[in-house]
């Protein structure tokens, strides 16, 4: 990883490559570009090839990079637009005809910084059994399935082996892979979001890196959402402390309102639902 510092994060590390390399060294193999989509900041970065691949030592594929706005917690005004945009980014990357859904909440429930995913999975609405059984009211939904596959520590099981095994089983055409992510901009921590259609790596942010999830690791396309919620210390205090990842002390509201908004998203972009029919639903 450029400049030393490990990030999950596309558009930082296309940041800290520029910064090693210089400002007007071109990086090729790699598209970015700013926009605005419902009044939120978006940082799209296209890796093209396996140049760009290895210069961010992220996989080929498209990351859109959202900031959240300052209040997104489920009571303040702009939970809703923050929703909403994130579900067009999820949108996004979603392939056409992928209408039945694993979605994978990854991550340890027990430590907050890596409760992510178990939380997010507390908003989104499953509905494969019912899609199954022909339950009347539900014609108009895609079929979503979950899992929680905890981490190897826990389980003594990788995680990609159990959402192996899930899609062999459910044979879904598409997986969501919801994560803690670790980042190298303190500001961001807990108030970004990234989505990707290239997959990922549990772990390789702090360098505990586990066996990726992937379109050629589970034979079906793989859409990535995580928020970052660790920085290595080093960045901040010197290579004494390298290695060491902390967290703001906020971090347990932060990480609760943002698997909100992702369980609220997936909703949007898979069902076609709205904040309110989502509430009904959910709870």
């Given at each position: 990883?450029?400049?030393?510092?490990?990030?999950?994060?596309?558009?930082?590390?296309?940041?800290?490559?520029?910064?090693?390399?210089?400002?007007?060294?071109?990086?090729?193999?790699?598209?970015?570009?700013?926009?605005?989509?419902?009044?939120?900041?978006?940082?799209?970065?296209?890796?093209?090839?396996?140049?760009?691949?290895?210069?961010?030592?992220?996989?080929?594929?498209?990351?859109?990079?959202?900031?959240?706005?300052?209040?997104?917690?489920?009571?303040?005004?702009?939970?809703?637009?923050?929703?909403?945009?994130?579900?067009?980014?999820?949108?996004?990357?979603?392939?056409?005809?992928?209408?039945?859904?694993?979605?994978?909440a990854l991550g340890n429930p027990d430590i907050t910084p890596d409760a992510l995913g178990s939380l997010a999975a507390g908003s989104i609405l499953v509905t494969r059994?019912?899609?199954?059984?022909?339950?009347?009211?539900?014609?108009?939904?895609?079929?979503?399935?979950?899992?929680?596959?905890?981490?190897?520590?826990?389980?003594g099981i990788e995680t990609a082996s159990q959402v192996s095994v899930l899609c062999r089983e459910l044979a879904p055409s598409l997986v969501i892979a919801i994560d803690a992510l670790a980042g190298t901009e303190a500001d961001r921590l807990g108030r970004a979001?990234?989505?990707?259609?290239?997959?990922?790596?549990?772990?390789?942010?702090?360098?505990?890196?586990?066996?990726?999830?992937?379109?050629?690791?589970?034979?079906?396309?793989?859409?990535?959402?995580?928020?970052?919620?660790?920085?290595?210390?080093?960045?901040?205090?010197?290579?004494?402390?390298?290695?060491?990842?902390?967290?703001?002390?906020?971090?347990?509201?932060?990480?609760?309102?943002?698997?909100?908004?992702?369980?609220?998203?997936?909703?949007?972009?898979?069902?076609?639902?709205?904040?309110?029919?989502?509430?009904?639903?959910?709870?």
């Open positions: 990883m450029a400049a030393g510092y490990r990030t999950d994060m596309a558009d930082e590390a296309r940041s800290l490559w520029n910064r090693s390399a210089g400002a007007n060294t071109e990086l090729p193999g790699v598209i970015a570009r700013e926009e605005n989509l419902g009044g939120l900041a978006v940082t799209a970065v296209e890796i093209t090839d396996e140049v760009g691949a290895r210069a961010l030592g992220k996989a080929p594929g498209k990351y859109f990079s959202l900031d959240l706005p300052v209040h997104f917690d489920r009571g303040a005004e702009e939970f809703a637009s923050a929703v909403g945009t994130l579900a067009a980014l999820i949108s996004r990357c979603i392939p056409d005809g992928a209408d039945s859904v694993l979605v994978a059994h019912l899609k199954k059984s022909g339950h009347p009211g539900f014609e108009g939904f895609s079929s979503l399935a979950l899992c929680r596959p905890g981490v190897l520590g826990t389980s979001v990234q989505v990707s259609d290239a997959g990922i790596s549990p772990g390789s942010g702090v360098g505990n890196d586990r066996q990726e999830l992937s379109k050629n690791s589970l034979g079906v396309p793989v859409v990535s959402i995580g928020i970052p919620t660790v920085i290595d210390a080093g960045l901040f205090g010197g290579d004494a402390l390298s290695g060491m990842f902390v967290t703001p002390r906020s971090i347990d509201s932060l990480v609760r309102s943002g698997a909100c908004v992702i369980g609220y998203a997936v909703n949007m972009a898979v069902h076609r639902l709205s904040i309110a029919d989502i509430d009904a639903l959910v709870g």
